[in-house]
């Protein structure tokens, strides 16, 4: 029997469309939440390396202006006008958001909690964005992954800064029972991720080294041909393909963006949500969520990785049991989306007006 929503009026906004992030935690609020009503901030269909921004776009960008080519500001000011009542706005990652229509929010509003949240650093200034760091003093509370992004976002202004962990999607991140056996797995290494050029050179450099890798994602047109090892998919793969591509992985590996100072990725909680064996960049928030060599495995240098590469492909039923006890951390620790949507609404919850 269907669990009954809770009775809140919440305005989402965040890029709806398929594949994001943004619309799988949509997708969850409404799950639980009646009332929820949705924007996206992104024109749609909009997928990445598929659709590319104009060029005067990808200039305001690089200012800091970013165009609001979903006319969101407008969408937003039109909609407040007709709500009778809204308790939450949650705007996910809007950097082409004017503090004006924050404040339109609040004044229309008053009792309304207005939240901002990301899964980027954004304290750095190629995630944000001149309208977001204006407006950052208008928001009840910032949601962040980053543990360095509660003080720092605190400086610029944030009233108020809480941690949500990144997480893996129940619903889609899962196993398939078609490769739950190591035999079925065809692919021996892959990599799912854009393109680097520290990510290219260590990939290059275990083609090199008689790794054989498919690497799937937008920018890698310069490897292709590179070396016979090395395998370049044509396209990025998202959704029920990227499960699939995981599940038929035998490695997953998983590089961090060092421009973000990442320390985890949500690829960290979806590939040992569905089951994967995760190969990742060793950090102390990795080591914070799973046990090396038990739950997950990591490296700190190519050599490590080559030995670790090579030692689980010969020695891979530990490959399927890492992939187990990964998932099964994942779950018992509450690394799900639905968990860390609860997690947030709760704080929410504690805000005061």
């Known amino acids: ?13 965040g890029d709806l469309n398929e594949g994001t992030r943004s619309l799988m935690r949509y997708n969850t609020i409404n799950e639980i939440y009646s009332n929820v009503s949705s924007l996206s901030n992104t024109v749609t269909p909009f997928i990445a390396g598929v659709h590319t921004e104009s060029f005067i776009a990808r200039i305001f960008h690089k200012l800091q202006l970013p165009l609001d080519n979903a006319k969101i500001n407008k969408k937003i000011n039109d909609l407040i006008i007709k709500k009778l009542a809204l308790d939450i706005v949650f705007i996910e990652k809007s950097n082409m958001i004017k503090p004006s229509t924050i404040t339109n929010i609040a004044k229309r509003f008053p009792e309304s909690k207005i939240i901002s949240l990301s899964e980027d650093d954004m304290y750095a200034k190629h995630n944000s964005s001149i309208y977001y760091r204006k407006s950052i003093k208008y928001y009840d509370a910032i949601f962040t992954t980053k543990k360095y992004n509660l003080h720092e976002l605190m400086k610029i202004g944030a009233r108020r800064t809480e941690l949500f962990l990144d997480s893996f999607n129940e619903e889609l991140h899962k196993p398939l029972q078609e490769f739950e056996k190591i035999e079925n797995k065809d692919i021996d290494i892959s990599f799912i991720g854009t ?54 992985t035998k490695i997953n590996l998983c590089f961090l963006r060092k421009i973000n100072r990442d320390q985890v990725t949500c690829r960290s ?21 799973f046990k090396e060599g038990q739950e997950a495995e990591f490296f700190s240098s190519n050599h490590e990785l080559l030995l670790k590469i090579n030692y689980y492909l010969k020695n891979s039923i530990k490959i399927i049991e890492i992939g187990k006890a990964g998932r ?11 968990q860390q949507i609860v997690n947030i609404f709760n704080l929410i919850d504690t805000i005061k007006k």
């Open 195 to 248: 393109f680097e050029k520290e990510r290219s050179e260590t990939l290059l450099w275990l083609a090199e080294n008689g790794i054989k890798i498919i690497v799937y994602g937008n920018g890698w047109n310069k490897l292709v041909g590179k070396h016979p090892n090395l395998f370049i998919s044509k396209f990025a793969i998202y959704g029920e393909e990227y499960v699939k591509t995981i599940n038929r």
């Open 328 to 338: 099964k951390k994942c779950i018992d620790s509450g690394y799900t989306m639905r």
């Open 269 to 289: 909680m979806e590939i040992p949500g569905c089951g994967g064996f995760l190969l990742a960049e060793r950090t102390e928030r990795h080591k914070e969520f």
């Open 1 to 13: 029997m269907p669990t009954k929503k809770i009775d809140k009026n919440i305005l989402y906004i």
